[in-house]
């Protein structure tokens, strides 16, 4: 029996990941298939209502326009601190990549955009946001989950 790709079904499939310009992001050449339960959010909105409904051995391109994607850019994610703030750190450095806790509670990821004197410009928006992403997919296999799978929202 084929299998339609819907929630609560692990889906595995290999995909390459592209900029407008070509340039690959991301992909899963030479490893191990992507693998996840569908409908439960483990993989970004607009990847996975375009993948809803494929079968197995179904290849197709998608492209995901930000909103579907990691989003916008958030200007407000953008802020310039003081370097001190980064304690037992020697040198803030462009491209440097920091964990920090979110006014919420939650983990997120910082960037070090700009450094002058003692301003540091931080970005927490996610690395793709405000990108169009361009996905060539190959659906490698569709099964049913487990139990404890969809328990846990995520394959085991």
């Keep these: ?8 079904l692990v889906v595995s499939m290999h995909y390459k990941l592209t900029d407008n310009d070509g340039n690959i992001l991301d992909n899963s050449e030479g490893s ?3 693998t ?5 959010g483990n993989i970004i909105p607009g990847l996975e209502n375009a ?17 579907d994607g990691y989003g916008e850019i958030m200007p407000e994610l953008i802020q310039i601190i003081d370097k001190a703030t980064f304690q037992g750190v020697d040198s803030v450095e462009v491209g440097m990549a920091f964990e920090a806790q979110a006014p919420d509670g939650s983990k997120q990821r910082i960037v ?11 970005n927490a928006n996610h690395p793709l946001a405000g990108m169009a ?8 296999g569709v099964r049913e ?9 995520h394959v085991h």
């Design 133 to 140: 992403l361009n996905f060539d997919v190959e659906i490698v």
């Design 36 to 40: 996840y339960l569908h409908g439960v």
């Design 112 to 122: 070090v955009k700009e450094v002058k004197g003692d301003d540091v410009t931080i």
């Design 51 to 67: 993948l809803t409904g494929k079968v197995e051995g179904d290849k197709l391109q998608v492209k995901v326009e930000p909103a």
């Design 1 to 8: 029996m084929t299998l339609l790709v819907g929630n609560n």
């Design 32 to 34: 191990e298939p992507l």
């Design 145 to 153: 989950a487990t139990e404890e799978e969809v328990a846990h929202s």
